[in-house]
């Protein structure tokens, strides 16, 4: 190629003003080594989101000794007590790993999210999320929200192959990008478009000709990188578009107050803090049509959680610890397991606080919470902690604990992007690829 360089930009006008387009980074960019430059009246909507927790759990306090509907809910899930009947457990689905080098604390998270067993976080495939939400995230202003309760930037929300959505973590910030500049209240009578979006919208259909010249031009794959790229930009100008309209009236919705939290801190009562903060801005932002996807990050896969007064992580706990003799489990790691299903309950009732329709908001969410293993000292993939929340409009069932049996967890993957609308008859790779929906989830 001779015509575009990295500098290059797609032209058009606009009343008379130049316009553009700036390229991503392309292969015909790189040089031979590839290292230098060269939506009243509607339905309601459906949501899915992913609530992630770190290092496991302890087996004995958390899977059930029965399965169906009538088990005993172990001790660290007491508290999901009253959400039994909106609630799946699902226990013993496994990452194969087919020889693939098990990364600690990643393999099993995207293994779970992508059907793929990973040696790394360069996995070439989107995680199950970004699929969802390619069906059901186009009329809402953001196609996800990805959120941090621990302080570190991380999420497992990935496009393609090293490019996670970047996560907010501080709840003042979150508050900011959903109820700042660019929101508008649903219920407001006074609706006035903003003229600066009106003019960034078409952006895409201005520089036509360039963008179909240059797709004839480029290789293969530079060719579908483009195509994923321009995609991208039509899903932003798809929401710009929502903006230019009224928003739909919202029946029992009021407008957040701000937090007045930056949210920073480990310690297990500040992240606790944080996480309700959150839960409660998301859920105004999931009520009030702002987005249809999220992904909620408790705490990273490699915990940095801590307790009060503590510098010991509970990462690190998992691997120092040993296990109390009359117990038989490590003591000081099991109080953030259990923790951990706290905060998971307290997220269940921000979102089952909110009256919709004839249900709560819950009811018309799916909800996949998970962890990144099931026993953390041994960084297993087998049998990792799984639960589906909410009903997605009368999509999926609970209400009872599925044993896996050492299936492929892909099963999982499977079945709740076919819930969600999916259009996929099987998914995963080698040893994880599957076509076996998990009956029982769907309605």
């Known amino acids: 190629m001779t015509r575009f360089s990295r500098r290059s930009v797609l032209r058009g006008a606009m009343r008379g003003a130049a316009v553009g387009v700036s390229l991503p980074l392309l292969d015909c960019f790189l040089d031979e080594n590839g290292a230098a430059l060269a939506e009243s009246g509607q339905k309601l909507p459906v949501r899915f989101g992913t609530w992630i927790w770190g ?17 005993l809910m172990p001790e660290d899930l007491v508290p999901l007590e009253p959400y039994r009947e909106k609630l799946a457990l699902l226990s013993g689905f496994d990452v194969k790993l087919d020889g693939v080098a098990n990364k600690p604390h990643i393999t099993g998270c995207l293994g779970l999210r992508t059907g793929i067993p990973v040696p790394n976080e360069n996995v070439k495939a989107p995680t199950l999320d970004v699929l969802i939400g390619q069906k059901i995230a186009e009329n809402s202003r953001f196609r996800s929200l990805e959120i941090s309760a621990c302080g570190l930037k991380k999420s497992y929300s990935y496009q393609a192959a090293g490019s996670a959505n970047p996560s907010e973590t501080s709840p003042d910030a979150l508050y900011r990008r959903i109820f700042g500049e660019g929101f508008q209240d649903p219920n407001s009578v006074d609706f006035k478009p903003d003229t600066r979006i009106m003019a960034r919208r078409s952006v895409l259909s201005l520089v036509a000709d360039d963008r179909k010249k240059l797709m004839r031009e480029v290789g293969a794959s530079d060719r579908a990188r483009l195509d994923e790229y321009f995609t991208s930009i039509r899903q932003i100008e798809q929401q710009l578009d929502l903006q230019l309209q009224p928003p739909v009236p919202v029946e029992n919705f009021e407008m957040p107050s701000a937090p007045g939290s930056d949210g920073h801190g480990s310690e297990m009562g500040q992240v606790m803090q944080t996480h309700r903060l959150m839960a409660s801005l998301l859920a105004a932002a999931l009520q009030s049509n702002q987005t249809n996807v999220f992904n909620m990050l408790f705490s990273d896969t490699t915990s ?12 690190t706990l998992t691997h120092e610890e040993p296990n109390d003799p009359q117990l038989g489990y490590q003591k000081q790691h099991a109080f953030f397991a259990t923790q951990s299903m706290v905060a998971w309950k307290e997220f269940l009732d921000a979102l089952d606080s909110i009256p919709e329709g004839d249900g709560t908001l819950l009811d018309n969410c799916m909800v996949l919470a998970h962890s990144d293993c099931s026993i953390a000292k041994a960084h297993a993939v087998e049998g990792i902690p799984a639960m589906i929340a ?15 049996k050492g299936d492929s967890i892909a099963r999982l993957g499977l079945t709740v992007q076919q819930a969600m609308g999916v259009q996929v008859e099987k998914w995963g790779k080698l040893s994880m690829e599957t076509n076996r929906t998990i009956t029982e989830l769907v309605a």
């Open 55 to 71: 290092c496991g759990f302890i087996p004995e306090k958390w899977i059930p000794s029965a399965v169906g509907s009538e088990y």
């Open 304 to 315: 940095n959680l801590r307790q009060e007064g503590e510098t010991t992580t509970h990462h």
């Open 390 to 404: 909410g009903n997605a409009g009368g999509a999926v069932r609970t209400g009872y604990h599925l044993a896996g």
